[in-house]
């Protein structure tokens, strides 16, 4: 079986940047053999709301949302519609100070970037205890 790299990034919430606490909430994947860019997400309302009481959770919900539209690059991509697998990886990675913020990129190699994308939500995402919904 044929392996190629792929990258990923978390994506985080943190929701009072001043203090600095954070959650994972979704992954990103992007392979270029398969020119392919997808994004998985996860919000664990009640670990956020621990974090912030007054965490806009409709926002962030709404933010991920986005995320995920930019990896298909269906019309509520915007501009970016146009932009191939790398290059909206490449944007969604750029480093930001909103409440939802990309991590740092990794590297791996694997035959399956959508079952990755799977894989790595569950390992580092979601806790546990959560079971898949």
Same mark, same amino acid.
Request: proline share 5%; charged share 30%.
């Given at each position: 079986?044929?392996?190629?790299?792929? %990258? !990923?990034?978390?994506? *985080? =919430?943190?929701?009072?940047? %001043?203090?600095?606490?954070?959650?994972?909430? +979704?992954?990103?994947? !992007?392979? *270029?053999?398969?020119?392919?860019?997808?994004?998985?997400?996860?919000?664990? %309302?009640?670990?956020?709301?621990?974090?912030?009481?007054?965490?806009?959770?409709? @926002? =962030?919900?709404?933010?991920?949302?986005? =995320?995920?539209?930019?990896?298909?690059?269906?019309? %509520?991509?915007?501009?970016?519609?146009?932009?191939?697998? +790398?290059? &909206?990886?490449?944007?969604?990675?750029?480093? *930001?100070?909103?409440?939802?913020?990309? @991590?740092?990129?990794?590297? @791996?190699?694997?035959?399956?970037?959508?079952?990755?994308?799977? *894989?790595?939500?569950?390992?580092?995402?979601?806790?546990?205890?959560?079971?898949? &919904?």
């Amino acid at each position: 079986m044929k392996r190629d790299v792929f %990258e !990923y990034a978390l994506l *985080r =919430v943190v929701p009072r940047v %001043e203090r600095g606490e954070q959650i994972n909430a +979704g992954v990103l994947v !992007y392979s *270029r053999a398969k020119s392919l860019v997808a994004a998985r997400t996860h919000l664990d %309302e009640a670990r956020l709301l621990a974090l912030d009481p007054d965490a806009d959770v409709a @926002g =962030v919900r709404a933010a991920l949302r986005a =995320v995920e539209g930019v990896c298909c690059g269906g019309t %509520e991509a915007g501009q970016a519609a146009g932009d191939d697998a +790398g290059r &909206r990886f490449r944007w969604l990675i750029a480093p *930001r100070s909103t409440v939802v913020q990309p @991590g740092p990129v990794h590297t @791996g190699l694997t035959a399956d970037p959508e079952a990755e994308a799977d *894989r790595l939500l569950e390992l580092l995402v979601r806790s546990p205890t959560q079971t898949r &919904r």
